[in-house]
């Protein structure tokens, strides 16, 4: 007989791996915006969307606890900037390609950023992928 796995409220001491995640997460994400020249509005849709004073706070303290779609959406965008930095060796190339026009008919001569900033978990899947598969990934 297999025992339940203990909720956060019924174990003192359990941290879930959310909770485990979510700061060095947010802290991370916050590093790849400034190295992608965001703007906050870019950063919060990146996100997913949170209420401008919940994306203040995460920007402010670096701490949270975050719901799975965000740490989704920070892990896909952690998978295109490390893809980027395999693909470019020179930093400053690497953080500006999301900014530039791209003929691949995925962005149909759109910067992939635009792609990305369509506000769905999906479209930063696509990039990821498309990334992942030129690096031979």
């Given amino acids: 007989m297999s ?27 916050f590093r790849m915006a400034d190295a992608w020249k965001l703007s906050n509005e870019e950063a919060r849709t990146l996100l997913g969307t949170p209420p401008r004073s919940t994306f203040y706070a995460w ?9 799975r779609d965000t740490l989704e959406r920070i892990s896909y965008l952690l ?4 893809a980027l930095q395999i693909l470019f060796p020179d930093p400053a190339t690497a953080d500006s390609w ?3 026009p791209n003929s691949a008919p995925l962005f149909a001569g759109k ?10 978990v999906s479209d930063l899947y696509v990039v990821r992928q498309y990334l992942d598969a030129n690096r031979g990934g």
Avoid at 4 to 22: E, I, K, N, Q, Y
Avoid at 59 to 67: D, E, I, R, V
């Fill in 3 to 29: 025992r339940p796995v203990p909720r956060t409220s019924d174990a003192p001491g359990a941290v879930l791996a959310s909770d485990r995640l979510s700061g060095p997460a947010l802290r991370t994400f």
């Fill in 59 to 67: 920007k402010k303290s670096g701490q949270a606890s975050l719901g």
């Fill in 79 to 82: 998978g295109i900037y490390k």
């Fill in 98 to 100: 999301l900014r530039k």
């Fill in 111 to 120: 910067p992939a950023l635009s792609r990305m900033l369509s506000g769905n």
